[in-house]
């Protein structure tokens, strides 16, 4: 679990091949590895990986075709910046909102627009995750968490600051750009627990 506050930048260091599946080495950037162990999870831009090896300045995670095929994952290349989040202790401020790790779908960068000093975002989601976006609720956009302040049809808008822009991978963004996108889960078991029963003798 995570909180959608980015700890440090990051860098694609290597892709590799393996078994079918691929393994991507991150360079870590300041984020301190030092209370990392294997198997401990990290957040590469908003996806949950596994660490499988570490060294000093980074770590290895292998990602499945099935992670490859529904993130942004599949279009890093050696040397694309990338947002990292450890995962959240019982003990840290919950400063974000809870995110699990789980990208939902890709959406895209519609537009970029200042708004005094902050910059206003739009973004256009998959019809199948737009109905989760509401205004004032929570997301998760490349692992960030933001607050949704309007939505319009599949679109809808946030506002960056500029500590946001800066210490983010959003500054290497702009319209067109895919994004990663995890809904607020909340609104997931919302629905789920308001369908009607879905047993087999119901």
Same mark, same amino acid.
């Not at 997931?188 to 087999?200: A, F, H, N, V």
């Given at each position: 679990?995570?909180?959608?506050?980015?700890?440090?930048?990051?860098?694609?260091?290597?892709?590799?091949?393996?078994?079918g599946d691929t393994r991507l080495t991150i360079d870590a950037g300041t984020l301190d590895l030092a209370d990392v162990?294997?198997?401990?999870?990290?957040?590469?831009?908003?996806v949950c990986l596994t660490v499988v090896a570490l060294d000093s300045g980074g770590f290895a995670a292998d990602v499945s075709r099935e992670t490859l095929s529904c993130t942004t994952l599949e279009r890093w290349q050696v040397g694309s910046r990338v947002n990292l989040e450890k995962a959240l202790r019982l003990a840290d401020r919950l400063g974000g909102h809870?995110?699990?790790?789980?990208?939902?779908?890709?959406?895209?960068?519609?537009?970029?627009?200042?708004d005094a000093r902050s910059q206003r975002w739009d973004f256009e989601a998959p019809r199948?995750?737009?109905?989760?976006?509401?205004?004032?609720?929570?997301?998760?956009?490349n692992g960030v968490s933001l607050t949704v302040n309007a939505v319009d049809g599949l679109r809808?808008? &946030? #506002? $960056?600051?500029?500590?946001?822009?800066?210490?983010?991978?959003?500054?290497?963004?702009? /319209?067109?750009?895919? &994004? #990663? $996108?995890?809904?607020?889960?909340?609104a997931?078991?919302?629905?789920?627990?308001?369908? /009607?029963?879905?047993?087999?003798n119901a």
């Open positions: 679990m995570f909180t959608g506050i980015i700890q440090a930048l990051g860098h694609v260091r290597a892709i590799e091949p393996v078994g162990a294997l198997g401990d999870s990290i957040a590469v831009s908003g809870l995110v699990s790790g789980h990208v939902d779908g890709v959406g895209s960068v519609v537009a970029v627009s200042d199948a995750l737009a109905r989760y976006i509401a205004a004032k609720g929570s997301i998760a956009i809808f808008g &946030v #506002n $960056l600051i500029p500590h946001t822009v800066a210490m983010t991978t959003f500054g290497d963004l702009g /319209p067109g750009a895919p &994004v #990663n $996108l995890e809904v607020d889960m909340m997931r078991y919302i629905e789920r627990l308001t369908q /009607p029963d879905l047993s087999p």
